[in-house]
């Protein structure tokens, strides 16, 4: 069975620095994209970072540029995302989510991934 589970989440002062992990069972995803995207309360999920495949390319929504880098550890099976310079409109639940190869086309909407963790609260107070 797949599993996709994310942790590191927290409270964290505007400025600060959380490193959220998503730790992957079930299968390898050395080929897959790996994502993390981030919800808040009544909005859509909306795209954070991706890797397109381990070693691969990486893409940045803009608001995060700059601040966060995502990364992974194929030999943990782990995906992380470092978020550096945290301000409050970061605040969100933080889902990381597994693609397949398979597919094409853009990596910053939620559809065509198939695989996904249960998400971790971030809040970033001011």
């Known amino acids: 069975q797949v599993q996709l589970v994310e942790s590191g989440g927290g409270l964290v002062q505007a400025g600060g620095s959380l490193r959220l992990s998503c730790a992957a069972s079930?299968?390898?995803?050395?080929?897959?994209?790996m994502g993390w995207f981030r919800q808040t309360p009544g909005k859509e999920r909306e795209f954070v970072a991706v890797?397109?495949?381990?070693?691969?390319?990486?893409y940045y929504a803009d608001s995060v540029k700059g601040r966060f880098t995502i990364s992974r550890d194929n030999a943990k099976n782990t995906v992380y995302l470092q978020m550096d310079s945290l301000k409050p409109e970061d605040t969100a639940v933080y889902y990381c989510?597994?693609?397949?190869?398979?597919?094409?086309?853009?990596?910053?909407?939620?559809?065509?991934?198939?695989?996904w963790g249960q998400g971790t609260q971030v809040t970033v107070s001011s």
């Open positions: 890797e397109t495949w381990s070693g691969g390319s990486t």
């Open positions: 079930g299968r390898t995803f050395t080929s897959f994209a």
């Open positions: 989510a597994a693609r397949s190869p398979a597919y094409s086309g853009s990596y910053r909407t939620t559809e065509k991934y198939e695989y």
